[in-house]
């Protein structure tokens, strides 16, 4: 079995969890922007019917999901023409989740179409960490041919924080009510009781978010917000100003995906997070909880 995959701490730690043959990806940028994703191989026949994995993380903040795409179809279509025996994307972070339906008429049902091009480009299985389901449910929504696996990223963010924080009567908030599965399920994980989730009401044309709040009993409680992703910081920074506003003792912010977009922690900082605990579903030097033992974990019934 193979991983190909950038030459980072991520993708060597997959290929010992999983015991793979690890095969570095060169990924070069032209200045026009257009990318030319290389597989290191000496030999074609280190791939032809094998296994290969192809993990392929974006970067934090780089806001280029677009390139990130590009990478994986082309990766994606150079291993399909060497012929392996099997092709497994672990692509932790599903861009595009977001636009799972068209919100308003002539818009693309993005998620769908981005499934179908992965599935066209010779995918098997797929491996990505809590997607964003909303209309769309679970993997076999996206994925018709492929087999679509999901893994929590909760779950790993949840133990982090029962293992290394002692909370003062703490209580987990949701930022929105599509955000309460994910609080319920981080509570239980860490053992707290107490789980609520705010209204939110996005602006479709301007982006703008209003937060709002019912009952929410915080004052002198410490606060977890959790979120699944982090892209421009509006949604998490709304949150935690509301909850400081009603007395909260201490807000921290623990979210999956750090998206990141400039300017989005300097957003949260402003709003008074005492601290941001993210995933390595993108790469960011700051992520301090790891999803690959999830990953590795879910592979190893399939393989
Ligand atoms: C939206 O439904 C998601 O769950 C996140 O709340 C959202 O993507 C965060 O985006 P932003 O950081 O731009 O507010």
New binding site residues.
Partial sequence: MIIVGVDDDFNRELANLLNAKFIPLEVRRFPDGEVCPRILISDINDIKGETVIFAHRMKAGSCRPNDYLTEILLTLLNLKEINPQKIILITPYFVYA?QDTAFRLGEPKSAKYIAETMEWAGVDVIVTVST?F?RMRKMSDFFTKALGINVSGFIPLAKYVKDNYKLYKPVVIA??E??KIWAEEFARTAGIPDYTALK?E?DLET?E?KTYVGELDVKDREVIVV????????????AVSEALRRGAKRVISCFVHP?L?PG?LEKLMKAGVSEAIATDTLSWEKARVTVTNEISKALSSVL
């Avoid at 979120?227 to 709304?238: R, Y």
Wanted: net charge negative; glycine share 12%; aromatic share 0%.
């Fill in positions: 977001r964003h909303h930022p929105d599509e955000a939110k996005r982006g978010i979120d699944d992703i982090v892209s421009t910081g509006g949604t998490m920074a709304n998206v977009a989005a």
